[in-house]
């Protein structure tokens, strides 16, 4: 169907062209969009000929087919059969209607005894729609108990969480036991193993892999070995997580040629491989012989790590097996009698979940006190973000770069930006940090908020940083800063400051206010000067080769109360893009 779907409409594309060309002249009020799922449907469902039109065709495309079809029933409510009665009109006029097809007369007065019909049929269609989103809506706000959200507001109040920097992060993805796991089964599985449709291993093979696992052979009860080694399945699961296995075509499975490498030398690719598994956390719940016990405590996992997360990092085991026992209660009619399966299965019902946290590198166990790694934080700072949750992460200052203190500076407080500065400078030279600094902020001369950062910071340094200024000089992005600082500082030869380089600072002044709103970009337009001295400098900024010159040139043209000054802004925008193109 869907191959005679996009032939047809391929087909009907010229004419339907040509009627909304003919609708904009003959038929301005109609919607001739519209128009396009009723031909289509005709010509699948009433007539190869999309020329014939009989009355009978109105009422299966309109009535029995369209609410099938229809994307937005509220718009065709209103605009279907005046854009259907225009089209109709446009056939005949044009000669299209062929024989065999009703009159117009008589097309039309069958489409007006249709309209109410149809117009009610929509509406039908919309009330169903809002009840749908209702329902969806009220799904999307039931919480679970590996939900975040409800702990929105006191993860906001934590202090500031410091991550690691990726060469620890990644050194520690390389002992995570159930990666090596996760490799050591896809080596297992080799080359184009068949799996079947009802278990993905024979019994036989199954024995095998959990030898290569080093995991034991269950007793099993009486049931299928398959049901009995939900660890294996697991292990299965997290290895196509990773991209270790690979499907190969229709029940075969191979190990990923690069499966073999881990683990990866290159820091970012352990990274990726580890973040690609973070899901996987949820393998950590109990699983129960009842199935409904084993959903009663899904999110288990998660809701464990965001309660260590909001005692920042460390909480007593007792502590939290009593919180999540009344969470599991809370969340499931189901929970505390599923958690009671769940001691009698395991002993603690928290023992699956820290086992695969460990895992997995995300926590530990010591003296009865669970606490998150650096690899857990960095990972339940992601979740969080998934989440839409914000929490102040930040790098550790040992481990910050200079444009990570840029970065996070540029959207802090002023006392508590100075206090990241103040402490990343403890760790090193002033004229080094000068340098870093610089160097950063020269990485994306797009970046006009980084660039001023840095200029405030290095600044602020003093006559230390004047060779890092003087290095500066040579970029264009920066020299302008570079050479009103050393203006400032009174170092001879260095060369003065220019009025190109004035005009970049102003542009980029202009840049940082445009990204804060219509109100402060006017205002910061005012502070130039009135009217005929920002008529002026439009007439030569032009030149400048500034990277927002032309969406700043067509913001004053559009934002500025003045006329003469947004006549001057498209003037400066024309020249603009002449000279640049």
Avoid: C
């Avoid at 301005?28 to 009989?54: F, Q």
């Avoid at 989103?133 to 929105?152: Q, R, T, V, Y």
């Avoid at 909001?310 to 499931?332: I, N, V, W």
């Amino acid at each position: 169907m869907t191959d005679r779907i996009e032939a047809a409409a391929v087909e009907l594309r010229p004419l339907l062209q040509e009627f909304i060309l003919w609708a904009r002249e003959n038929a301005p009020g109609s919607d001739s969009n519209l128009v396009g799922s009723v031909s289509l449907w005709h010509r699948l469902t009433a007539s190869d000929d999309v020329g014939r039109w009989r009355q009978a065709d109105l009422r299966a495309v309109l009535l029995d087919r369209m609410p099938q079809v229809v994307e937005d029933p509220d718009a065709a409510a209103d605009g279907m059969v005046p854009a259907v009665r225009a089209y109709l009109t446009f056939l005949s006029e044009t000669d299209r209607l062929v024989k065999g097809s009703a009159s117009l007369k008589d097309l039309l007065a069958e489409l007006d005894d249709l309209e109410d019909d149809f117009v009610d049929a929509m509406e039908d269609l919309v009330v169903e729609q809002d009840e749908y989103d209702d329902e969806e809506e009220e799904e999307e706000e039931a919480e679970g108990l590996g939900d975040f959200e409800p702990f929105a507001d006191e993860l906001a109040e934590l202090p500031t969480i410091r991550l690691r920097p990726d060469a620890e992060l990644a050194t520690a993805t390389r002992s995570a036991s159930l990666i090596t796991k996760a490799r050591d089964l896809a080596l297992w599985v080799g080359s184009e193993r068949q799996v079947g449709e009802t278990s993905l291993l024979t019994d036989a093979e199954i024995v095998e892999a959990l030898g290569a696992l080093g995991l034991p052979v269950p007793e099993t009860g009486g049931k299928p070995l398959a049901d009995s080694v939900p660890a294996l399945w697991n292990i299965w699961n997290l290895a196509i997580d990773l991209d270790f296995l690979q499907p190969e075509g229709e029940d075969t499975v191979s190990a990923d040629a690069d499966t073999a490498d881990w683990p990866f030398e290159e820091d970012d690719d352990a990274l990726d491989v580890w973040m690609a598994g973070l899901q996987s956390i949820d393998y950590g719940d109990p699983e129960l012989d009842d199935e409904d016990a084993t959903i009663a405590l899904s999110g288990l996992t998660r809701a464990l790590l965001v309660r260590v997360l909001l005692a920042t990092g460390s909480k007593p085991l007792a502590e939290l097996r009593a919180e999540l026992a009344e969470a599991a209660a809370e969340y499931d009619e189901q929970g505390a009698d599923a958690w009671a399966a769940a001691t009698a299965q395991y002993g603690d019902p928290l023992s699956p979940v820290l086992n695969w946290l460990a895992g997995y590198g995300m926590a530990e166990v010591e003296h009865d006190q669970v606490r998150l790694t650096p690899l857990g934080m960095e990972g339940v700072v992601h979740l969080a973000d998934e989440a839409d949750i914000e929490l102040d992460a930040r790098p550790a200052i040992d481990a910050m770069t200079a444009l990570d203190l840029l970065s996070f500076s540029a959207e802090l407080p002023e006392e508590e930006a100075d206090a990241e500065f103040a402490a990343w400078l403890e760790l090193r030279e002033p004229d080094q940090a000068a340098k870093e600094l610089l160097e950063a902020a020269a990485e994306d001369d797009a970046d006009a908020l980084v660039r001023v950062q840095a200029a405030s910071m290095v600044g602020s340094l003093g006559e230390v940083a004047v060779p890092a200024w003087r290095d500066a000089l040579d970029e264009p992005s920066l020299r302008p800063y570079a050479a009103t600082h050393l203006a400032q500082l009174g170092i001879d030869d260095t060369p003065p400051p220019t009025q190109a380089d004035t005009h970049w600072l102003i542009l980029d002044m202009l840049t940082i206010s445009a990204g804060l709103g219509r109100p402060e970009f006017v205002s910061s337009l005012d502070d130039i000067g009135n009217a005929p001295n920002l008529i002026n400098l439009l007439d030569v900024i032009w030149k400048v080769p500034h990277p927002h010159l032309e969406e700043l040139l067509e913001a004053i043209g559009e934002a500025h109360p003045d006329k003469q000054v947004g006549k001057a802004a498209k003037r400066a925008l024309f020249k603009a893009r002449s000279t640049h193109n």
